[in-house]
């Protein structure tokens, strides 16, 4: 973002921006309409200058215009009508002009009511075409995955834009779009409809094709239904079939023989008996070819974090997925703007400058740090003028963030009140990166029984459930590694169990403790229980923290009794004695057990951990690796009657093994020291015939 060093230049440059703003665009033109484009120039025709896109510059009745300058005598050298040269030159520019094609072709309902109106591009809908534009003529499928603000039409522009590769690209293309809701489906259909029904005949024809037709052209049909859901229609001319669908009924999403689909809302759609919005999504996308002039459309507002939309989101984001990422910020769009005086501009250029280190803000407005990025960003003042008056309608933050979001980070912000700061969480991703290794800890034994502990080793697999950043080191330095367990149930519907490594050496030289490994999955406590054990033995017999009020309340659903859990953990004590334990009660005193087993998440402590963790993300006092982690936080929430948790739909297990474990690496276990290197040489050396990764414990 560009810096502004007065209030001087920001006013200097809110006139740049209102300049570029008010250059008149014309569809019919060309004019300013998008794209790289020059100028043709037809002394003899209606539209003398016209403003091509730069792909009609190589086709050969262009190149003959752009030589003679003249409609009439093209027409002499090809020995053709003027009229006929025109309706060539009118053809080719549909097909490389998409904004000329919709301001001449298609009609949409005018939403302030009255006529039908001609489609013509606002100027989101200019760079979201643009967008698609860039894969198109490149040779590329299209992929996009589109993060919206609220009404500015990117679902009407990208139902018409598949239309245009099917009427005028290419016969035979077929195109699926799922809306949310059935109300959402009926619209789409009603939209094609009006487009279908005033878009020319002569354009489904090629000129030779439509001279047979003559006098029986006005009987020919340009749509027509196929089977009995209404919902499959039919343009015969170009052989192509268009499918509506909704999310409520997954049946008619299934996919098969399509090259177009259009996925509307996605952020919202919500999980049925066996379909999950992944289910949906892979069997309508499924059959579609990674080819030229093929496309795929994820369309949604945000609806929270850790949801399909948006972790495909973030995944477009990084650069881990065909797709790319676009986000519609509300500035971007003409109707949110409130024009300003002279005097009022100035003013407000003032205040911008003036409050731009302040974070102090109320309930009905926002600080004047937050205002002057708005402008770094690319805002001009008169929509910063209508954000100041728009948000002083909603009570906190984050509904105005979730309305008319300013950046992608802001869009998935939800109505809760979030624990952590998006922007903090936000920064912790430049730690993250996929694991070096998949697989399992493994031993000669079955996974129960101190037996397991014994001659332990790391088995790779993909489909393994431990996920390894930085495999053991031993005897580097003391109190290194700390296992944490989050305990969840042994079916698919039940809670993840999580088990996290975390190594505190880079604390014996001042920096933060980083995230090492960590397991994920369903399985038996007991067997969970030696699994941590085995995973902390590994890890050069790091301290084992097991989140021990699940077992000691452990209802339903656990593959044990609830009475043999103390057992399981005293089991393991034997086996592996370096298991955290807190003070008990005073009853516990009392009856000689001043220790117990495990981290008690209660009423007291878990705001306590929470609290270290949000210090912890906010400071920057850890070093994260999991994506997974991170999202987690970004749909935390305090709860009105004062409780935390995940909003729903979500998890917290990742997250709290990070809140436990930073926790107690932090404030309970003493900083680790490095080992001096006489000491190491000689544990290097009696560890030659046994390594850590394979080490009896």
């Not at 093209?74 to 080719?92: F, N, Q, Y």
Request: charged residues 25%.
């Amino acid at each position: 973002m560009q810096t502004y060093h007065s209030s001087a230049e920001i006013l200097a440059e809110d006139a740049r921006r209102r300049s570029r703003l008010a250059k008149p665009v014309d569809p019919v033109t060309g004019l300013n309409a998008g794209g790289d484009r020059f100028l043709l120039h037809l002394s003899d025709c209606l539209l003398s200058d016209q403003y091509l896109p730069h792909s009609m510059s190589s086709e050969p009745l262009i190149v003959r215009l752009l030589a003679e300058g003249s409609v009439a005598t093209v027409a002499r050298c090809l020995g053709k009508t003027p009229d006929e040269v025109i309706e060539s030159m009118v053809r080719l520019r549909f097909r490389h002009d998409f904004p000329f094609w919709a301001a001449m072709t298609a009609l949409i309902k005018n939403k302030g009511g009255g006529a039908d109106i001609h489609f013509r591009l606002n100027r989101a809908q200019r760079r979201l075409v643009a967008s698609f534009e860039e894969a198109r003529v490149a040779g590329q499928p299209i992929r996009i995955i589109l993060l919206k603000a609220r009404q500015w039409g990117g679902s009407t522009c990208t139902q018409l834009y598949m239309s245009w590769l099917q009427l005028m690209h290419s016969t035979g293309l077929n195109s699926l779009i799922i809306a949310h809701q059935g109300a959402g489906s009926d619209e789409i259909k009603d939209m094609f409809d009006r487009m279908i029904e005033s878009y020319p005949l002569w354009l489904l024809y090629e000129p030779e094709e439509l001279a047979e037709l003559r006098g029986d052209a006005c009987k020919i049909k340009k749509i027509a239904g196929v089977g009995r859901s209404g919902m499959i229609f039919r343009v015969p001319q170009r052989n192509c079939k268009v499918k509506i669908g909704s999310a409520e009924r997954p049946d008619s999403c299934r996919g098969g023989d399509y090259n177009l689909v259009h996925l509307s809302e996605v952020g919202i759609w919500r999980a049925t008996d066996g379909k999950s919005p992944e289910d949906i999504v892979r069997s309508a996308c499924g059959g579609v070819l990674l080819r030229p002039l093929t496309m795929i459309v994820y369309e949604s507002t945000a609806n929270g974090t850790g949801n399909f939309f948006h972790r495909e989101y973030l995944a477009a984001a990084r650069g881990e997925s065909q797709f790319r990422p676009l986000f519609i910020s509300w500035y971007e769009i003409d109707q949110y703007s409130l024009p300003l005086s002279d005097s009022g501009r100035e003013a407000l250029a003032v205040s911008l400058w003036e409050g731009r280190e302040s974070d102090a803000e109320t309930s009905r407005t926002v600080s004047g740090r937050y205002l002057y990025s708005l402008f770094e960003r690319g805002a001009t003042l008169d929509a910063i003028n209508w954000y100041i008056a728009e948000r002083a309608k909603y009570n906190d933050n984050a509904r105005m963030a979730a309305e008319y979001p300013s950046d992608d980070v802001e869009a998935f912000a939800h109505s809760g009140c979030r624990v952590f700061d998006r922007r903090d969480v936000e920064a912790l991703r430049a730690g993250c990166r996929d694991a070096e290794a998949s697989g399992e800890i493994v031993s000669d034994a079955d996974l129960t029984g101190p037996e397991c502990l014994e001659h332990l080793r790391f088995n790779p697999s993909p489909s393994g459930g431990l996920r390894i950043w930085s495999h053991p080191e031993c005897a580097v330095c003391s109190d290194r590694y700390l296992a944490v367990v989050d305990v969840g149930g042994r079916s698919a519907k039940s809670d993840w169990s999580v088990i996290t490594v975390i190594d505190r050496a880079p604390m014996a030289d001042g920096l933060p403790p980083e995230i090492s490994a960590q397991w994920r999955g369903h399985c038996d406590a007991d067997r969970l229980a030696w699994r941590a054990a085995q995973i902390a033995a590994y890890y050069d017999r790091a301290l084992l923290v097991v989140e021990s009020n699940t077992l000691e309340t452990r209802e339903r659903d656990r593959g044990v009794d609830e009475g043999q859990m103390p057992y399981i953990l005293l089991q393991i004590r034997d086996a592996y004695p370096n298991l955290y334990m807190r003070a008990g009660s005073v009853e516990d005193v009392r009856e000689q057990s001043r220790w117990k087993l495990g981290f008690h998440t209660n009423t007291v402590t878990k705001p306590m951990v929470i609290a270290t963790l949000v210090r912890a993300v906010r400071d920057g006092l850890y070093v994260e690796r999991c994506q997974d982690a991170l999202d987690e936080m970004l749909s935390y929430e305090r709860r009105d009657n004062g409780s935390y948790g995940a909003i729903a739909g979500c998890h917290d297990d990742i997250l709290m093994t990070r809140a436990i474990g930073l926790h107690i690496a932090l404030h309970e276990m003493d900083v680790p020291r490095r080992a001096d290197a006489s000491r190491r040489h000689g544990m290097r050396r009696r560890m030659r015939s046994r390594p850590c990764s394979e080490a009896t414990f």
